[in-house]
């Protein structure tokens, strides 16, 4: 323990020297690691979810045409601007989303293609989904393995879809079977994950004492839990491999060299003190630090869930009090298919905001966006039926060069969306020969 | 010099004895279940098949059985497939027959004899197929939860008070927020943990009072006030005299913050670690800051984290007596046992004593936990702070009339646990505590002034019990109107802990246009009924919520909706009927033993941290009784739950049963 602490000190004085950067729009990726990686002109691959619940009116919805020549579908017109950076799909499904609880089944099994066991508490068993395959292949370059963030924490009381825990509808990101990957809702929190010591006033040595007393720390409780683990049966060893597995990642995230990012990294951003009531803000604040964490390669893979499945929020601001959910299941009336659509709306324009600042993001030559694969849509179609046939699916972005946006792509029927998953997965450098319930890698998404 | 503490060495030595971390010991897991395999039986007779035609495959049986439940069973071979796929929906099956829910009223009805014969096949069938085990398993290792660690780091610290609201939050099962399964660690938790530990730390620092007599730099200790490590500042000592300092801390926190007693090795450990990581800064033991280290590590450590239970190496037996005393302090205190709990533990004698154990825990102010931490749960009192009332609609509705809704509801709870009063006053109280705003709201005349008082409804029969709160009415309406299925399914999940199953997909909300020209959602529900596929959860739903609708969506006591009058009459699928609001309430109160069944079912499921299963029956069973038999106080419901088998015992551990698959 002690060799390791005394490098580690050494490694923080050889470090603690900030190189002022230019921010922003010229800015390359910052890690020692990355810099050492990549090749000159050369930018890695970056791969963020972006989830919505409870479906969408799919008159609206859909888009027409098919090629390059499409007409976006009314709710996606906000996307007209980077028309040339999309693919739309039609007819993905995820079959294995079907269950007696469908909100609580459609969430884990969007980015695993694999049902979960039906329990209200005891015995959970969801899968482990594509964004950790990625974060576990490709994490060890970057500080954040991945990140998990949200704008809904989902239910805290009461009962959700009848017989289903909670955990099922409210996470979307599995690190295995048995344990979520929360995502983090409170921008103050996920502000101090990011850039914690550089924009608070903190100095360096404050902020290197406590990196170093929490890795003396992790390295005494590891012994610890592994004490525990020698003793306890295979049930109760995941929660130990949980705890070791947490204590792993900390570790690699303290270790990483420091970012050194000149002041206002945060372009300009002040660190959030409260969750903010409105959708478009808390949003717009969780999109920013994303996009920053992208830019400075504190990450490569991310999900983003704009809300929890079934969940309930009202959203006045769009001028009616009546929830989400409720909505959702209009029952064909057209009062409530109009509020349904102003919320996918609303929803889809602030996902524009997130695309556009990547495509403002110059990356070598191109953009920021060039070099991701930024998939946007959830695990319902129609919300009213809670049908899995024909989900709505975008995906943005060149990834680096592997896709060819700008189409629209009409797929057989009931094409398994773990088909897209895999080949994104395959992009970002984890190779599967399957995933869930995929056939086969997606052919056509270059030209 | 008074620095070796005999119960710090009693301590010491007992753990030597029990502690099985301490020992290394390994156990076996590989016990067989009793029923893995099954042999062909002869428990589905002909006589059961005959029944179960005579009463039930009409309605479940056939190519689209009601509810999709057939009961017509081919072979022996084919019940034991089906209860192996779905154990649940039999345990339904039993519990609805038991009640005499099933058949319903209007078909023909089984003698008790008969009754009896199906009652004891199912029975046969499901012990058969989950296992003769007496109760269900609880987890060996439990994370606290975010209101568990908050109150054990207050206590722990001797706090006033300690938010950790920076932690994630923690996910819902079975209505509660600590089940054990769900209680999973990422590397969210453990960053936050380490940042929570510091500001403990930054908290500790700032509120502790210096202590002359620890401060006196001759080496000579005495005890600190309180116990608890009490810092000081500006006093370097020699390296060797500062170690055993930070050791006399140690030897007072260690046990606390672990919760049970800790080996000499244990605290050799933590000063290992102090002098190594103290080292990293180039300092030796000053002693603040090593004290603050090792209990800041103290803090993130999974002895603290999570509680660890001891298994047996075979069958049952009880769980040793620190054990039991945190598994009392988590229950009723939401918190970690105090010194009169861990003295007990320690000479053994705590469970002989926990009877008045209880009744003095229940009058600490600890207590209140089992208001804001099981109550609030139980109640899904947490929807009342996203309660949206359309305020064109409901302009009397404002934040202040928000909190006092949820403060009537608190101190009604807490008025029947401090009182010891009977819990069939959630039920049929006449009395609720009021201020001048609440009383306004509800048309209770006398009432002036902010401050909350007990109130005597017995000329009020608008209200009374926690059905008529407005928290309740609201929490359980959309924004824009009442939801008699909203307020019938809250009914069920809470009051009767019999939640109905989620409706099917494609089913759009109520009709408000339809509503309004027909004359009201009453109606519109009546129209919904009629349609078969609905009709068998609806009418167990409706009655409940449609006998409320004298209350609008914030609780206010109306007679029209519309230019229509209200109708709250209706009938119970069991065919009793009620007339209005008033009569509806007399049937409510008749529902005792159900009502009694689901308390004691949600209590139980907050006591363990875990769901109930099939094997759990006959203990709520009896705890049932007890309880009756003692007037349906609240202390004996708790006293029968911590009696009971599920609270002393553990199991060893058995093969891990019956995942449906």
Known sequence: MIHRLISRRAALKSLGVTIALPFLESLAPFTKLQAAEAAPGTFPRRMVFVYFPNGVWMDAWKSTGEGADFKLGPTLSAFEPFKSQMLVFSNFADK?????????????????????????????????????????????????????????????????????????????????????????????????????????????????????????????????????????????????????????????????????????VAGGMERPTRVPTLFRDHFRLMADMLVLALQTDMTRVASLVMATEGNRRSYPELGFTEEHHGVSHHGGKPDLIEKFTKINEHHAGEMAYFIDRLSKVREGEGTLLDNCMISYGGGMADGNRHAHADIPTVLFGKGGGTITPGRRIVLPEETPICNLWLSLMDRMGMKAERFGDSTGQLTGLTV | ???????????????????????????????????????????????????????????????????????????????????????????????????????????????????????????????????????????????????????????????????????PPDDIGYGFNNIADLLTVSTSHLERYLATAELAMAQLDKTAKVSTNWAAADGTYSEPDNGVFLPIRNVKLGFNNNQVRVRMVLEKFLPRAYRRPVTPAEIDQVMEFARLSLAQEGESFIRPKSAYATLRAALCSPYFLYRIETDPTNGIAPINEYELASRLSYFLWSSMPDDELFGLAETNQLRTHQEEQISRMLKDPKAR???????????????????????????????????????????????????????????????????????????????????????????????GGLLTQASILTLSSPPTRTS??????????????????????????????????????????????????????????????????????????????????????????????????????????????????????????????????????????????????????????????????????????????????
Not at chain 2, 10 to 19: D, E, M, N, P, V
Request: with cysteine; proline share 5%.
């Open chain 1, 96 to 264: 294995n989303a079907k269950g007696g609880g469908a909100h609580a089944c459609t969430m884990p099994a969007y980015l695993s293609g694999e049902s979960i066991y039906k329990t209200a508490g005891n015995d959970i068993r969801a899968a482990k989904t594509c964004d950790q395959l990625i974060a576990d292949k490709i994490g060890d370059a970057t500080r954040f393995p991945s990140l998990e963030l949200g704008c809904d924490f989902g239910q805290q009381d009461g009962f959700c879809d009848t017989g289903y825990s909670c955990i099922y509808q409210t996470n979307l990101s599995w690190k295995s079977e048995t344990t979520p990957a929360p995502k983090e809702v409170n921008p103050r929190i996920l502000f101090d994950r990011l850039f914690a010591g550089v924009s608070q006033g903190e100095t360096s040595i404050v902020q290197q004492q406590r990196e170093a007393m929490n890795l003396s720390i992790l390295d005494f409780v590891r012994d610890q839990a592994r004490e525990i683990d020698r003793v306890v049966n295979a049930a109760d060893r995941r929660r130990m491999d949980e705890y070791l597995t947490s204590i792993r990642d900390l570790e690699k995230r303290i270790q990483a060299p420091p970012l050194n990012l000149p002041k206002g």
């Open chain 2, 1 to 167: 010099m008074k620095w070796h503490n005999t119960l710090l060495a009693a301590l010491i030595a007992t753990a030597a004895s029990w502690g099985p971390l301490a020992r290394g010991e390994t156990r076996d897991t590989t016990l067989a279940s009793p029923a893995t395999t099954s042999q062909a039986r002869t428990t589905f007779t002909p006589a059961v098949a005959t029944l179960l035609d005579k009463y039930c495959t009409d309605c479940h049986g056939g190519d689209n059985p009601k509810n999709n439940l057939s009961l017509e069973f081919a072979s022996e071979q084919e019940v034991q497939l089906r209860l192996k796929s779905d154990s649940k929906v039999f345990e339904h099956v039993v519990e609805r027959i038991r009640d005499g829910e099933m058949p319903p009223k209007k078909k023909l009805q089984p003698s008790d004899a008969e009754k009896k014969i199906l009652l004891t096949w199912a029975d046969q069938e499901l012990t058969s197929v989950l296992g003769a085990r007496p109760f269900g398993q609880v987890a060996r290792i439990r994370r606290l939860t975010r209101v568990e660690y908050a109150n054990t780091v207050r206590d722990l610290l001797y706090f006033d008070d300690f938010k950790a609201e920076d932690l």
């Open chain 2, 369 to 463: 936990a089992l208001t804001e931490n099981f109550a609030e749960q139980w109640l899904h009192l947490g929807g009342l702070k996203k309660a949206a009332p359309d305020p064109k609609l409901f302009p009397a509705f404002d934040e202040q009339l928000r909190q006092d809704m949820g403060e009537e509801t608190r101190r009604f709870v807490t008025h029947i646990i401090e009182g010891n009063r009977s819990i069939m006053e959630f039920l049929n109280a006449d009395y609720t505590f009021l201020n001048e705003r609440l009383a306004k709201h509800y048309g209770v005349p006398g009432v002036s002034g902010e401050e909350f008082r007990l109130v005597k409804l017995d000329k009020q029969r608008q209200r």
């Open chain 2, 484 to 661: 008699p299925v909203k307020r019938g399914v809250w009914v069920l999940e809470t009051l009767f802990n019999n939640p109905p199953s989620p409706p099917p997909a494609d089913v759009p909300p109520l009709d408000e246009k339809a509503a309004g020209a027909t004359g009201s959602v009453r109606h519109v529900l009546e129209i919904h009924r009629e349609n078969a596929q609905c009709a068998g959860c609806h009418s167990r739903i409706d009655p409940y919520g449609l006998a409320l609708e004298n209350y609008n969506a914030i609780g206010i006591w109306r007679t029209k909706e519309g230019d229509h009058y209200i109708d709250s009459s209706g009938a119970f699928p069991d065919g009793a009927a009620f007339k209005n609001v008033a009569e509806f309430r007399e049937l409510l109160n008749g529902k005792q033993a159900k009502f009694r069944k689901a308390f004691v079912e949600k209590l139980l499921i907050f006591a363990m941290g875990r769901g109930l299963e099939y094997a759990d029956d006959r203990t709520v069973r009896e705890i049932c009784s007890k309880v009756e038999s003692q007037g349906d106080r609240f202390s004996s419901v708790i006293l029968a739950i911590v009696e009971s088998d599920l609270f002393q015992k553990r199991q060893a551990q058995a093969t891990n049963l019956a995942k449906g698959n």
